[in-house]
């Protein structure tokens, strides 16, 4: 059996819509605590993915594990391995591949449209337009667009939102689509110094998610099969009916 191993960083914040997809082609799926587990089991995965968490990549000298999250990047790199990087992890994938990352000139969180370049408009991103491009924004840093990687997404706040490289088998996302809506209270109370700093609204930002969160897990769950078929990942086939 194949097998997709997450790399989680906050343990509240898990893969939902992405464990989702995979999980119902039949590959099984595991997470792998950054600083708490030992990572090398991901780099034999056969699809990595890297959650997100409220620390910087340029934060080693504090966080010492994010050395084995970029050498886990680099070795599923080597072996052209399908990667997707959410938040942290997209902006892990952006530093490993040589972009640099760095504090955004302010934080973005809350939901909120996401502009899709032309060529994110040919990408599994498009499926988005059945959220009408709605998404949850949560992040404090930016990147810049790794060499010869492409352009996806973008905001007013954040201009390198999403990016792919591989021929699309690597997938960065800064934004939050995979988030099951019935989840988010967990959000809320474990980053709610971050919140309250930020000066956002939780019963908004609550609210907001009751509305829009249900239609982004069905666009999301649309988007993550889309980058499967891609991958050459097969749905699962089925199972004959017992004579």
Known sequence: MKTAIAISHVCFED???????????????????????????????????VLGAPIGVYEVDRYPFLKEDFAVIEAALARSKPIIGICLGSQLLAAVLGARVYPNREKEIGWGLLGLTPDGRKSPLAALSENKFRVLHWHGDTFDLPRGA??????????????????GKVLALQFHVEQHTRGMERWLVGHTLELTTAGVDVNQLRADTQRLGPGMEKASRTMFDLWLDHVGVAPARATAPAK
Request: proline share 4%; hydrophobic share 45%; net charge negative.
């Open 150 to 167: 492409t352009w996806l997404a973008e905001t007013a706040v954040t201009p390198h939102q999403a990016f792919s490289t591989n021929n």
């Open 15 to 49: 893969a939902g819509t992405l464990e989702d997809a995979i999980t119902a082609r039949g590959l099984s799926f595991r997470y792998l605590q950054a600083g708490v587990d030992d990572l090398s089991p991901a780099k034999d995965a056969d699809i990595l993915v």
